[in-house]
Nanobody, 115 residues
């Protein structure tokens, strides 16, 4: 079982920055892909960014050039640096981890960007 603890959400003005963190703990064989998804009110959950254990990254077109995902394998932690935030980035952000035997989600952290 994998437990994910997220932190770093909050309220920020448009153009500002936030950094999300997600630490994985528990019993697992190997964490493969770590990522962040988001869900805005009335919308489906969507992939924001992901990173493989080899460091390959993938980003949603809407965040390319503004967001950066990274991970610390020694700490089983993934980060999402969000710059130049826009009101349309407002959503609940969820950490996602794909481990050898399962897929796990964090509890979500609210990010609100005011105009």
């Amino acid at each position: 079982q994998v437990r994910l603890v997220e932190s770093g959400g909050g309220l920020v003005q448009a153009g500002g920055s936030l950094r999300l963190s997600c630490a994985a703990s528990g019993r697992f064989i190997s964490i493969n892909v770590m990522g962040w998804y988001r869900q805005a009110p009335g919308k489906q959950r969507e992939l924001v960014a992901s990173i493989s254990n080899g460091g390959s990254t993938d980003y949603a077109d809407s965040v390319k050039g503004r967001f950066s995902i990274s991970r610390d394998n020694a700490k089983n932690t993934v980060y999402l640096q969000m710059n130049s935030l826009k009101p349309e980035d407002t959503a609940v952000y969820y950490c996602n981890v794909r481990e050898t035997f399962g897929v796990y989600w964090g509890q979500g952290t609210q990010v609100t960007v005011s105009s």
